[in-house]
């Protein structure tokens, strides 16, 4: 329990909002598990950050008329604002092209690989386009996967089959510039050779906390065989290449080389801005008393489980991340449309920020991205299905359950918790029991990275506890049998406490909201741990005032 816990998740591309797609994949995952240990009282450091080069955002800038760091800086803002609105606290969101540290940090990792000899530089063949008098890197070319035939995919990896792609296997390629068909063309670039790593990713591989299907697909890519892959590219907008050779010139680093080192340049920032000396990082990513753990969508997963592992073995001095954990991708159907794959080009997303702006409930958004969390298989957000389980769920099971007993109580017995010298007949101590079991079950899951069926199997629990005192029925037993009805009342009150902690990584805003209404200060409340859902409330405790949680959605 004495080691550090460094949490990053990956960075998104600053050139665009974020929608429901991003925060299933990695961002409400990863900050159930930060919250979950925080309350364990574990030292946790939480780091992303904003992906401001390749070309992304030089596309956006482009089609803008603006410069990449203009548009990369923008969204930076808007997407650390949705995060924070969304109850997701990084201890820093960095940006990758206005750090203090990214550019020299990339490029001495850079120049650690090169000088250990790691790096070939060779001739290529690479797409041009003709009319524009230019390279065009990955995402400017688009054109069928010559594997599995799947058309407009990017040059270099196909989001259907997962293939990488090269000017070989990339059949009918066109320039997304003019839509003109590519062409090929030498250029010089420096390549790392992965093939020296199969064993290194294979052994990273059998030890480390990954989903099932991510060990899986890492393992055929490994049986298949590793390439060598570019890790430089001619584009205008990136880290420099740190090399003196004229064929670096007007090169800049892969931006797959240089985002995941802005986890460490962010961890840099965070050290200097809280400890007074960047050095610090070192504490988080060489001491072997901290655990590295990337939480990542399925298209970052040949990056951060094969190229990521290359590339930090090969540096030598830092830390092999002890979990990557993966979700799959979130497909969205629309009222009276299929379902479709989420699309920044297209549209065809609900967006963070302006669901929030409509006044969306961002604990209604954590609660059902958990329930179709696409931990092991690609799953779909149903906008009817939010609304559902928005009203059952959320109002009906778990709000109806606390407001009508806070204000049963408070109507019939005042402000304070007393309890009675009657004994707890066999319901009452079947229900204890059970408050009790599921704190462990939920925190196991949570562990165990199931974060879908930790907040379903809490949910079962919140369920069971509308059962209880149905069948106990108090305003009924009020009228023969009050020290009855204040043992039902008072073990629902002690659910609720549980509840409201254990609610914490999942529905923070709510779980907030529970625990100031059964009259837990603020202070008190942040000095609640995991353990303390085992406590109950003390006799003579001052309840708070009921308020609604969950105000029913009409206006679908």
Known sequence: MSKKILVTCALPYSNGKLHVGHIAGCYLPADIFVRYQRLNKRDVMFVSGSDDHGVPIKLTADKEGKTPKEVATYFYH???ESFKKLGINFDVYGSTCNSNYHTKTSQDFFKTLFDKGFFEKKSSKQFFDDVANMFLPDRYVKGTCGYCGAKDQNSDQCEECGKELDVEHLKDAYSIINKSPASVKDTFHWYLDLTKFEETVSQWLNIADTREHTKKFVRGLVSQGLVKRSMTRDIDWGIPVPLDDPDAKNKVLYVWFDAPIGYISNTKEICQDKFGNFEEYSKWWKDKNTDIYHFIGEDNTVFHCVIWIAMLKAEGSFNLPKGVIVNNYLNIKFPGKEIEKISKSRGSAVWIQDYL???????????????????????VFIVEDLIQKHNSELGNALGNFVNRVLSFYKKYYGEKIEYTTKELNSIDKDFENSRLEIINKVGKLIEEYSFKQ???????????????????????????????????????????????????????????????????????????????????????????????????????
């Open 78 to 80: 808007q997407q650390k």
């Open 357 to 379: 702006e409509d006044g969306g409930n961002p604990d209604s958004l954590r609660y059902y991205l958990t329930t179709v969390a696409p931990e092991k298989s690609r799953s």
């Open 454 to 556: 930790a907040q379903d199997s809490l949910f079962d629990f919140i369920r069971s506890c509308n059962k209880y005192i149905d069948e106990k029925q108090p305003w009924t037993s009020r009228k023969t049998d009050e020290a009855e009805t204040k043992n039902t009342l008072i073990q629902c009150f002690n659910a609720m406490f549980t509840i409201g902690i254990l609610l914490n990584p999942f529905l923070p805003f709510s779980a907030k909201k529970i625990l100031s209404q059964l009259g837990i200060s603020e202070q008190i409340q942040n000095s609640l741990t995991w353990q303390c859902a085992k406590e109950k409330l003390e006799n003579g405790h001052n309840l708070g005032n009921p308020e609604i949680l969950f105000a029913k959605i009409e206006d679908k």
